[in-house]
């Protein structure tokens, strides 16, 4: 008996994932964001979707406080406004993103 070809909805899946990566309950850990991000992506790519992320930190608050405290180009510093620190709404997590 032959099977038929299962297909799901690519955007309601990055839609999902999306939300998941905004989660910073304590079991939203860089473990679990790290594997939908690994998941998103194969299927972006392999489906000839993918068009980039960008980090909800950066998009939300970073930016401002990095043009506000003078546009540092070095790396440890800059992360702090891309990821955020452990202490803020992300939790520094460099996998707190939005794929589009």
């Known amino acids: ?3 038929g070809k299962k297909t799901f909805e690519v955007e309601s899946f990055k839609e999902y994932v999306n939300i998941q990566l905004t989660r910073t309950d304590e079991h939203a ?3 679990f ?3 939908l991000c690994i998941a998103l992506e194969q299927v972006l790519h392999k489906t000839g979707n993918y068009k980039g992320f960008n980090y909800l ?3 939300e608050i970073g930016f401002k406080e990095w043009w506000a ?5 070095v790396w440890e510093d800059k992360k702090k406004y891309i990821y955020g ?3 803020s709404k992300y939790r520094g ?3 707190s993103r939005m794929y589009y």
Not at 69 to 73: F, P
């Open 33 to 35: 964001k790290s594997g």
């Open 57 to 59: 930190y950066w998009n």
């Open 1 to 3: 008996m032959a099977r």
């Open 29 to 31: 850990t860089d473990a």
């Open 69 to 73: 405290n003078g546009q540092t180009e």
């Open 93 to 95: 997590s460099k996998y």
């Open 85 to 87: 620190t452990s202490d």
